[in-house]
């Protein structure tokens, strides 16, 4: 039975390095886009400074305890992606968005994990209390990281536009949620599985936003476009009792055209001058006025 549950421990602490790859992965379109268009927008820095961070507290927490290798690999990898992604968002964030970030990476990964290490190391009464210590920091910043999107979420009620929250990296945290919850609970770590069920609903959450708000961005330009299509003709609304009225009307103003048209024509041939070539009146009328 002990075998057969390290077995299962190890097949699902495998799946959660794949599936949290994945997730490292899946903001690369989001941070191209930053790329090509030379500018962040609307992206925030604080589901990767946050992320980074707990990259570094479950790599601290892996070291202190043993047969959490897995753990070790695949935050390792996590630390070199969040770190290319908080680069490139420096390098394109406005000044105020640049200011904000340094003082979270700063205030966080350099203060707070200092201050971290330093107090269990010398604090702490021995291994096993450090490992419990670290271990509830790693389920509070956890739980951080699932939060942190919820920013973001905001943003998309509030625009009414996914276009901010990109769905492979909802799916992706969704997954991996399942699969480190498994992981923790055959391997009897709490703190493993506790923070994957709010990151499960936090996942479908933001999943249920994106389906609901995808065509909300679509939908909202074509309405925009509507009035620019029309701004340079004019709207006439017209009685229908008075179109025979109008009919006649339109009928004088155009035999009045063309002998105005025919008169000056012929006046400019006689002239010989080229300062007036062509005169043209041009009547438009509603297809609906002549039915």
């Known amino acids: 039975m002990a075998l057969l549950s390290a077995h299962w421990t ?13 997730v490292f992965l899946s903001p690369i379109p989001t941070f191209y886009k930053v790329y090509k268009k030379k500018s962040t927008e609307g992206f925030q820095s604080v589901p990767y400074v946050v992320g980074l961070f707990s990259c570094m507290l479950w790599i601290y927490y892996a070291l202190l305890k043993s047969n959490t290798l897995l753990v070790i690999t695949i935050n390792s990898v996590g ?16 000044r105020k968005a640049k200011i904000q970030t340094w003082k979270l990476l700063v205030s966080m990964n350099v203060v707070g994990f200092g201050m971290i290490v330093l107090l269990t190391q010398f604090v702490a009464k021995g291994a096993a209390q450090r490992v419990v210590i670290v271990g509830w920091i790693c389920l509070i910043f956890s739980l951080c990281v699932f939060v942190a999107p919820l920013c973001v979420v905001r943003q998309v009620i ?9 769905f492979l990296l909802s799916f992706f945290l969704t997954l991996s949620a399942v699969m480190w919850f498994f992981y923790g609970l055959l391997l009897k770590d709490c703190n493993i599985a506790v923070p994957n ?3 499960f609903t936090f996942g479908i959450l933001q999943m249920l936003l994106y389906m609901i708000y995808k065509n909300k961005k679509k939908n909202i ?7 620019e299509m029309f701004q340079d003709d004019p709207v006439i609304i017209i009685d229908d009792e008075k179109l025979p009225e109008l009919k006649a009307k339109i009928n004088d103003v155009m035999r009045l ?11 400019a041939k ?8 062509m005169l043209e009146i041009q009547v438009v009328i509603p297809k609906k006025v002549l039915a």
Request: net charge negative.
């Open 79 to 94: 630390c070199v992606f969040q770190t290319v992604y908080i680069c490139i968002f420096l390098i394109y964030a406005p």
């Open 10 to 22: 190890l097949v699902f602490g495998l799946l959660g390095n794949v599936v949290s790859f994945m």
């Open 158 to 166: 509030r625009t009414k536009s996914v276009e901010y929250m990109p």
């Open 221 to 227: 330009i074509e309405a925009k476009k509507l009035p």
């Open 270 to 277: 006689n002239s010989n001058e080229n300062e007036l070539d």
């Open 257 to 267: 055209g063309a002998m105005v048209c025919s008169e000056m024509k012929s006046d």
């Open 197 to 199: 069920v709010l990151g």
